[in-house]
């Protein structure tokens, strides 16, 4: 797919990267502070130009892994000889420098072979990653990048627990990188890791001021929509509904129907607000069908 937007390194699940191009249409032309309370990877704030932006998410570790790569922007060569050391040290796989999977192990395991070739490593780095007493960082993204389905998933006792996915340290990773780097260095940026009420409270919107809400959907399977629920969503439309009424433009990305179920909530109160009909593919990591689903972004401003 040829595009101008730039993919988050962080290959976030539900990331807005192929939708890129048709928020931003319906997006304000002119923002002066872009407000995001639910950043996840980051793909939206990249890729939108604003003075400043002011990015939040409830997830410690995903605000963890911006300020590093953030700060890393600073000097990216350092941080590319951090990786690569770290991926010779658990002899982990990295195509984007060289090919070390043994040709034995590729015809064996024709459809495997990066998940074959990483276990042991990446075994070995989650454990130490696990009974470091500082979270690390540079640790924590070759895991997430080299695991299965690129999730941040913790265990109730802070431990890392993703399983190796089938993946390699890549090309594109590396070009995913590369233009987070050169995109922060001019943006300026300031990250938060609170509640969305906590962290919407403080921001004092004003004139050219955008908000944009990609909360977790009511109605789809997601790691993140682990402490969403209907009084979650029931707070955020009023919040939305309040903020309407000192005129701060807003949009709300979200599903409105998928597999059957409905939100009903959301159906009846997007009434009130314009609505677009997103044109995707939703692609299930769970069984690899094609689903196809009602996605809208509700918006209170004139287009
Ligand atoms: C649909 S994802 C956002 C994806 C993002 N638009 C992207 O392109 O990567 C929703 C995000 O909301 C965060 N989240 C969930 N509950 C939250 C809350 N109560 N306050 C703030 N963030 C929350 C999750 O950690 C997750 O990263």
């Given at each position: 797919?040829?595009?101008?937007?730039?993919?988050?390194?962080?290959?976030?699940?539900?990331?807005?990267?192929?939708?890129?191009?048709?928020?931003?249409?319906?997006?304000?032309?002119?923002?002066?502070?872009?407000?995001?309370?639910?950043?996840?990877?980051?793909?939206?704030?990249?890729?939108?130009?604003?003075?400043?932006?002011?990015?939040?998410?409830?997830?410690?570790?995903?605000?963890?892994?911006?300020?590093?790569?953030?700060?890393?922007?600073?000097?990216?060569?350092?941080?590319?000889?951090?990786?690569?050391?770290?991926?010779?040290?658990?002899?982990?796989?990295?195509?984007?420098?060289?090919?070390i999977i043994p040709k034995?192990?590729?015809?064996?395991?024709?459809?495997?072979?990066?998940?074959?070739?990483?276990?042991?490593?990446?075994?070995?780095?989650?454990?130490?990653?696990?009974?470091?007493?500082?979270?690390?960082?540079?640790?924590?993204?070759?895991?997430?990048?080299?695991?299965?389905?690129?999730?941040?998933?913790?265990?109730?006792?802070?431990?890392?627990?993703?399983?190796?996915?089938?993946?390699d340290f890549n090309k594109n990773?590396?070009?995913?990188?590369?233009?987070?780097?050169?995109?922060?260095?001019?943006?300026?940026?300031?990250?938060?890791?609170?509640?969305?009420?906590?962290?919407?409270?403080?921001?004092?919107?004003?004139?050219?001021?955008?908000?944009?809400?990609?909360?977790?959907?009511?109605?789809?399977?997601?790691?993140?929509?682990?402490?969403?629920?209907?009084?979650?969503?029931?707070?955020?439309?009023?919040?939305?509904?309040?903020?309407?009424?000192?005129?701060?433009?807003?949009?709300?990305?979200?599903?409105?129907?998928?597999?059957?179920?409905?939100?009903?909530?959301?159906?009846?109160?997007?009434?009130?607000?314009?609505?677009?009909?997103?044109?995707?593919?939703?692609?299930?990591?769970?069984?690899?069908?094609?689903?196809?689903?009602?996605?809208?972004?509700?918006?209170?401003?004139?287009?």
């Amino acid at each position: 797919m040829k595009t101008n937007n730039f993919r988050s390194p962080l290959f976030y699940m539900g990331d807005k990267f192929k939708l890129l191009d048709q928020l931003k249409d319906k997006f304000p032309k002119k923002i002066n502070n872009f407000v995001e309370p639910f950043t996840g990877g980051g793909s939206v704030f990249l890729n939108i130009n604003a003075n400043k932006y002011f990015l939040n998410d409830r997830d410690k570790y995903l605000v963890g892994l911006h300020k590093h790569l953030i700060k890393s922007s600073k000097s990216p060569d350092i941080f590319f000889k951090k990786v690569k050391n770290t991926l010779e040290k658990y002899e982990l796989s990295r195509s984007y420098e060289e090919d070390i999977i043994p040709k034995n192990l590729r015809k064996k395991f024709i459809k495997t072979y990066y998940a074959q070739f990483n276990k042991q490593g990446y075994t070995k780095l989650k454990n130490d990653f696990n009974n470091n007493t500082k979270i690390d960082y540079l640790s924590l993204y070759i895991l997430l990048i080299l695991g299965f389905n690129r999730i941040l998933r913790f265990n109730s006792n802070g431990k890392f627990n993703l399983p190796v996915g089938n993946v390699d340290f890549n090309k594109n990773t590396v070009t995913a990188l590369n233009n987070y780097f050169k995109v922060i260095k001019n943006k300026k940026v300031k990250f938060y890791n609170q509640d969305y009420k906590k962290f919407l409270s403080k921001i004092n919107f004003r004139k050219y001021d955008f908000l944009y809400c990609d909360p977790p959907y009511l109605i789809t399977a997601g790691e993140y929509n682990k402490y969403w629920n209907e009084n979650e969503e029931i707070e955020l439309l009023k919040k939305l509904d309040e903020l309407n009424k000192r005129k701060v433009k807003w949009a709300l990305s979200n599903v409105i129907e998928y597999r059957g179920k409905k939100n009903k909530i959301l159906t009846d109160w997007s009434k009130k607000y314009e609505s677009f009909n997103i044109k995707s593919n939703y692609i299930s990591f769970n069984d690899n069908t094609i689903k196809t689903f009602k996605e809208v972004l509700i918006y209170n401003y004139e287009k």
